[in-house]
């Protein structure tokens, strides 16, 4: 059996696929990246799969007879105390050690709020993802933590976004921008024209307004917003960069090489996983539609985030972001 | 001076540069595509730059003394009587001719709203955008007309736009899917949750929750969204077809044509405007960068509109859509 200082625990039920992707998942990120992984979920699907692999002493496993599903947007979710994402949690606050999930990132969050706790003074949590640019990453914080914040969570959500683009992504004095429609001060919806009054007073180098466009831009190195228009400009990008190259290929580019190079920059498959910030614990939350190739990648990113260090470049690039 | 039928009324003064584009726009609209322009605004800024361009007698010029700025959001726009946006739409409302303007979008709301009027059992107007896919156009729908709907202006936003798909893209039984986070019902923001109870007693087909990757996909015909949300995915994608091309240059494409003709698919120049749809009047919102070349195709795009036209294609798809 694999060491534990560096262990990850992984909700084996959790995405689209279940134990089909979390379990290769487990074993290449402890084969190809040495993070041994302790899957969590109903132990007679995932032995049976583990003997699919010839497998079943490289990866630890611990019984949890509950499936959250898919659908669940989170409410009860933590009183499921027998599921996979409950257990799971439970196992990683008792250990000190990361937790990743592809399950629905409202129930990840439920589940790992009512468990890790927030840290002290935070209100909600909030998803963050570094997204590739021209320029560099930018972190997208909320990504899909939290669909309806207030104000207040909105403040703060630039806070933890700026301290995860200093301590993730390696930026000295991150510029914080607001996702809002016009540039100008005093536009947007009602959270954002609130969020903005309260956003100079915050130990943030505060930027203003910027708007969709400037996300990919580099124009600042947090875009903060809340977690329904996050969650759905994250997907936007995914989709745009599809019929973009798709487009590309279809209006005749010969050359496919650097065409690939671009997909595989905003691939899931390469980024892994977004981290649930301003909780008691590392939580990382995976696509749920995640291949085993991006759970494995999602369970690297955790290690690294729990050691406090900067997750390996990719292509250049930070490894972090992508989310249900 | 050119016919009045087809005649179209331009505010002179919108957008971030005024007359420096929109005087050649309304040039090029009556030269290149045959419509005629009334230019309203500061009349002598105005025949100062058509001197220059050598063409007194091509354009009409309805003075207007005022000019709303670009930071305005539209509380108190209407009450500016003698603006250029007032005074336009006032004479389009009286002539019965389309407006067109790349203002502020919250001032264009405004101002036509007071002017025109909504059509009857309209709560709130919406901004429509026909977006490029990979099989055909999609309408997004509100794409900023209104930062803050309730469920029941949501829903009618799903209405305007399959009228819209149907009557200008010529799609017959338009397909309508609600842009929230998870395609499952029940999941989203509370004004989407709400949205979603409404929307299938509506006479549209229904299709449900959609997500941000389908709003390229052509997954359905109109995606129907809050104008906040709908203007951050708009501008999105505009940065993204950017970043995206950008990248891939980057990455050693050497044959640039595709590269431009996808670019080209996504330029405001190529598009023009955005249909201010539940009005009693024809509006379209050009962007507020609009080049003379972006607004020129606004003006078409209006007269098609009003016309009851499709507008012409452009590289195989419908022309219509960008917004500030």
């Known amino acids: 059996m694999a060491g534990g200082r560096d262990r990850v625990v992984l909700d084996a039920m959790g995405g689209d696929h279940g134990p089909a992707e979390t379990v290769p998942a487990a074993l290449a990120a402890y084969r190809e990246y040495g993070v041994p992984v302790t899957l969590v979920g109903r ?14 002493d490289e ?23 027998a599921s ?6 439970e196992l990683a606050r008792r250990e000190g050690l990361p937790f990743v999930s592809a399950g629905s990132t409202g129930a990840v969050v439920a589940s790992a709020v009512r468990t890790f706790g927030r840290r002290e003074g935070v209100r909600r949590p909030a998803l963050a993802v570094a ?6 990453s930018t972190v997208l914080v909320d990504a899909g933590g939290t669909a309806d914040p207030t104000a207040e969570m909105l403040a703060q959500f630039a806070t933890l976004g700026a301290a995860y683009a200093r301590d993730v992504l390696g930026v000295r004095d991150p510029a914080v921008g607001l996702l809002s429609i016009g540039s100008e001060p005093g536009k947007g919806n009602r ?21 969709g466009h ?47 190079e671009v997909a595989r920059l905003y691939a899931a498959d390469t980024h892994g996983g977004a981290a649930l910030l301003g ?40 490894a972090a972001g992508r989310v249900t």
């Open 131 to 136: 997204l590739p640019g021209m320029s560099g």
């Open 84 to 89: 996979s994402l409950m257990v799971g949690c």
């Open 214 to 260: 400037d996300v990919l831009a580099g124009t600042v190195d947090v875009v903060v917003t809340d977690g329904f228009t996050g969650n759905i400009v994250l997907k936007n990008i995914e989709g745009c960069v599809r019929t973009v190259l798709g487009l590309a290929a279809r209006a005749g580019i010969t050359d496919a090489g650097p065409l690939e």
């Open 279 to 318: 909780l008691a614990g590392t939580v990382v939350v995976a696509h749920g539609s995640s291949s085993a190739a991006a759970i494995a990648r999602a369970c690297v990113v955790a290690r690294d985030l729990a050691a406090g260090e900067a997750p390996a470049p990719v292509n250049g690039h930070r």
């Open 191 to 211: 959270l954002v024209r609130d969020a903005a009054r309260l956003l100079p007073d915050l130990p943030v180098r505060f930027r203003g307004n910027v708007e």
């Open 43 to 56: 132990a007679d699907e995932i032995h049976q799969r583990l003997r699919r692999h010839g497998s079943l």
């Open 59 to 81: 990866v630890d496993v611990q019984h949890a007879d509950d499936v959250v599903p898919m659908t669940e947007r989170g409410g009860r979710t933590a009183s499921r105390r």
